[in-house]
């Protein structure tokens, strides 16, 4: 099946959109209405594959839209070295096709081609098996310049029924377990093996991450998942010379004594807690795990809590934009959700925590899995306005930037943030 | 000379020179507020497809940020050849893609750390040429007399004494 009409067709929705925002590169607003609308992956494209030269679907720590466990590309690159992290999507729902140009992946829109792009290159570690036989990319799997470690795929806000209302996580594990024989709890020896054979690999990675389910267990609750987090930690330390190696982990909100473990006893250089939506009666309805363990106004205190520990513009929090619009319970209208979101944004960033966003991909089989993600008007004002917070208040984002993420629309327009020298 | 000819000529010219012992590279950029940003670009050298491969060591350098400002917003980038024998060429064009993992970026990051030790890479650059222009004294000047005489000063033509 092709989708490549190689005239020039009417005005695309992105032309529209990128000519009312000159300011925004185009490159950003497409890579933004790609992971809004999804992929299709035409045969064509799919031929085009090779796993011994392209990173295909590895963990599926969360599924696609389209609900199938399959070999595609992980995902894209555009020309300026920025990620598009999308799921395939079914037709019906108006992806945007990956086909083929002149030989190469490009994406198309209503038939017409928009640009090129390039399916990520696989690591060579992806080739190998670990001392368990499990294929090394289903321990640690990557990004360009990122190893990805989900060493735990269960999160036990599930044990009441209290998982987020976007999260598809604990469906994806029992397709993990079942279909792609991934360990539910990763061995952190094998981990610290996997992530030495991947550095055997010269220029290739520039960031450990990591993040895993919540674990509400232990002394303290969360004890057992920093114990979990620092003995992984630890294992992946030992190939490195230094204390301290570029990685974040996305993990819960933990209580202050517990961030100062997290950082005195491990290599980590960066912590991002997730609040997912920032409106305190939505996290309540969206996220009850986190609100039943911590809550709102607490996970904010807390992530204020750990720029003492990590450092300024060494801590975030994340969101899932566009659920704060989703359903009957969501806001009215996109000023009004723009406006709140910055609002709270901004109180965080004066007190040294940056937000970001990615773009929301409703799942199947979610609570919210039946209703559409925001405009593309609102992910880019919404970008932009995260950034000029960045701006404003001097907050560096490194640790979770085009290469050391990829995810997140804002922070691809923070590449050329300000740098705050003493200029010569 | 037609378009593909001219293309093969650029290209002739530009591998002759980057060839050749003592060629000094520079790249010239424009930052947001049409600022120009000119440094020296040693590993310089063009792909198989006739583009310039400019090699960016650090991530918030000018250049690299300039680069991106080029890719996004279409500003125009430039690149000097200076030979030892004093030619010149100006290549102007615009960035086209920045390589930031694969097997190509991390050829170029061996090649890097080869020749300077503990360096690191932030990305390949490629850069489409759009024009080039031979900048080399002499050549300019058979031209500028040719084709503009009235910018000429008049004692250059006056009889010399120990002429007469």
């Not at chain 1, 807690?273 to 969206?286: A, K, P, Q």
């Not at chain 2, 950029?29 to 491969?53: K, M, S, W, Y």
Request: hydrophobic letters at 35%.
């Amino acid at each position: 099946m092709s989708f490549a009409l190689r005239k020039k067709a009417a005005e695309t929705d992105l032309d529209r959109v990128a000519a009312r925002y000159p300011d925004v590169p185009r490159l950003i607003i497409l890579k933004t209405d790609v992971q809004r609308r999804g992929v299709f992956y035409t045969d064509g494209a799919l031929e085009l594959l090779d796993d011994a030269l392209h990173q295909t679907t590895g963990t599926h720590i969360f599924g696609a839209r389209d609900g199938k466990t399959a070999v595609r590309p992980e995902s894209l690159l555009l020309r300026d070295g920025t990620s598009i992290i999308t799921t395939p999507t079914p037709l019906e729902d108006a992806p945007y096709i990956v086909d083929v140009l002149d030989g190469e992946p490009w994406l198309f829109d209503n038939g017409v081609p928009v640009e090129p792009v390039d399916y990520w290159p696989a690591p060579a570690y992806y080739a190998k098996n670990s001392r368990s036989g499990v294929p090394m990319k289903h321990i640690v799997s990557a990004r360009p310049q990122r190893l990805n470690i989900f060493p735990y795929r269960y999160c036990t806000f599930w044990n009441n029924d209290k998982g987020c209302a976007f999260c598809d996580m604990v469906v994806q594990l029992k397709k993990g377990r079942d279909i792609l024989k991934i360990p539910a709890k990763l061995d952190p020896l094998e981990v610290g093996e996997v992530i030495g054979e991947a550095l055997k690999e010269q220029g290739r990675f520039s960031t450990i991450f990591l993040t895993s389910g919540s674990i509400t267990s232990g002394v303290r609750p969360f004890d057992d998942e920093v114990d979990y987090f620092i003995a992984l930690l630890k294992e992946v330390g030992k190939n490195f010379r230094t204390k301290k190696y570029p990685s974040q982990m996305i993990g819960t909100a933990f209580e202050k004594e517990q961030l100062q473990r997290l950082y005195a006893e491990t290599g980590l250089t960066s912590y991002t807690s997730d609040i997912e939506v920032l409106d305190e009666n939505l996290f309540n309805r969206y996220c009850p795990g986190k609100t039943e363990w911590i809550g709102y106004k607490e996970w904010k205190r807390r992530l204020v809590d750990a720029v003492e520990i990590f450092g300024y513009g060494r801590v975030n929090t994340g969101l899932v934009a566009g659920i704060e619009l989703a359903g009957p319970h969501g806001c009215d209208s996109e000023d009004i959700a723009l406006e709140r979101t910055l609002s709270e944004a901004e109180d965080l960033a004066r007190q040294g925590v940056s937000t970001v966003f990615i773009v929301w991909s409703p799942r199947p089989g979610t609570p919210l899995g039946i209703y559409k993600n925001a405009s593309l008007d609102y992910y880019i004002r919404l970008a932009r306005g995260l950034h000029q917070l960045r701006v404003k208040y001097r907050l560096p984002i490194d640790h979770d930037s085009y290469r050391n993420c990829g995810n997140h629309p804002d922070t691809d327009l923070s590449r050329v943030l300000p740098l705050w020298e003493n200029e010569i | 000379m037609g378009e593909r000819d001219m293309k093969g000529e650029f290209q002739y010219q530009i591998g002759k020179l980057l060839a050749a012992q003592g060629t000094i590279a520079t790249i010239a950029t424009l930052d947001e507020n049409g600022a120009p940003h000119c440094v020296p670009t040693p590993f310089l050298q063009l792909d198989e497809r006739g583009r310039i491969v400019h090699l960016e060591l650090l991530e918030t350098s000018s250049t690299h940020r300039n680069l991106l400002g080029s890719i996004w917003f279409e500003r125009p980038v430039s690149v000097t050849l200076c030979g030892r024998d004093g030619e010149v060429l100006v290549i102007s064009g615009r960035a086209y893609k920045a390589l930031v993992s694969g097997p190509l970026f991390c050829s170029f990051y061996r090649e890097v750390r080869s020749r300077m030790g503990d360096a690191d890479l932030a990305a390949v650059w490629l850069i489409e040429p759009l024009k080039i222009r031979d900048e080399t004294y002499q050549v300019r000047k058979v031209i500028e007399e040719a084709s503009h005489p009235f910018y000429s000063h008049l004692d250059r033509l006056v009889i010399k004494e120990d002429s007469i």
